[in-house]
């Protein structure tokens, strides 16, 4: 990218700040990392089209590259599934891995669930189920940490989720939010955030997951399946508000170099 150009990408970013978002012709498309074939970027993919971007979407589970640099890309979200990052799975593997071409390259990446767990365990971090085998399906409550207050002063009481493992924090990274039986719910590192939670997960995709995932929530420590709806008609709204505003200021994210040279 010319200097010019990127003086023009900070001008966007700033103008989008203020509220005046730049033209969807101009904005990069965001890569979505999904992992079923049926699997969709849900609310996330439908908040960052009203915004103006086209979605990358790619399966490397089943057979699609991921890209050898995120030049072309606004950012990049690595989503949830089934699997765990301590598979020994080739595309798991290769995931976990390819996480260092956006944190070198200090581009924006979200990982939600999965995807935070892989982005720990890149770092270094241990991935684990709980030590009692608990696990968290429904909506549970979060407490943001002053760094997660400085980043979006106003978090949902409660966010849903639905996973048996954790994540232990990664040396380095900020803990912006904080959880009962799985304590590290929302991490930074520089431009690359994890969730544990899914901001992402729609009515129809709670539908399909407490139908064909019914046997999991007799686990110990999962929601009643009436409960996750009863949630999502009480926490939802402010989940929604929470999601657009964490996103518009992650794609505002840029490398330190691109600032740099904008302000020379």
């Not at 995120?70 to 799975?89: Q, R, T, W």
């Not at 929470?242 to 505002?252: A, E, M, N, R, V």
């Amino acid at each position: 990218m010319s200097p010019s150009a990127k003086i023009g990408l900070v001008h966007d970013t700033a103008s989008a700040a203020a509220g005046r978002r730049p033209a969807a012709s101009s904005l990069l498309p965001v890569l979505i990392v999904l992992h079923q074939e049926n699997s969709t970027p849900g609310r996330v993919g439908n908040a960052l089209r009203a915004l103006g971007y086209r979605l990358d979407i790619r399966r490397p589970r089943f057979g699609d590259r991921l890209p050898e640099t995120l030049s072309a890309h606004a950012g990049a979200v690595i989503f949830g599934g089934p699997m765990s990052a301590n598979d020994s799975d080739d595309y798991i593997r290769r995931e976990i891995d390819w996480i260092a071409v956006p944190l070198l390259e200090q581009r924006p990446l979200l990982g939600i669930c999965l995807g935070a767990q892989m982005l720990a365990k890149h770092l270094g971090a241990r991935v684990a189920p709980h030590s009692r085998g608990r696990v968290e399906m429904g909506y549970y409550p979060i407490r943001p940490t002053q760094a997660g207050l400085r980043l979006c002063a106003r978090w949902p009481g409660e966010v849903y989720h639905w996973h048996r493992e954790g994540f232990e924090l990664p040396a380095a990274c900020e803990l912006l939010a904080q959880g009962g039986d799985f304590p590290n719910q929302a991490i930074r590192f520089g431009n690359a955030f994890g969730l544990q939670f899914h901001p992402d997960v729609t009515y129809a995709m709670m539908c399909r997951w407490t139908v064909r995932g019914a046997e999991r929530l007799g686990m110990p420590g999962s929601c009643p399946r009436q409960q996750h709806f009863a949630g999502r008609a009480r926490y939802d709204v402010a989940e929604r508000a929470w999601l657009k505003h964490f996103l518009q200021d992650w794609l505002s994210r840029l490398p330190q170099a691109v600032i740099g040279e904008a302000a020379e």
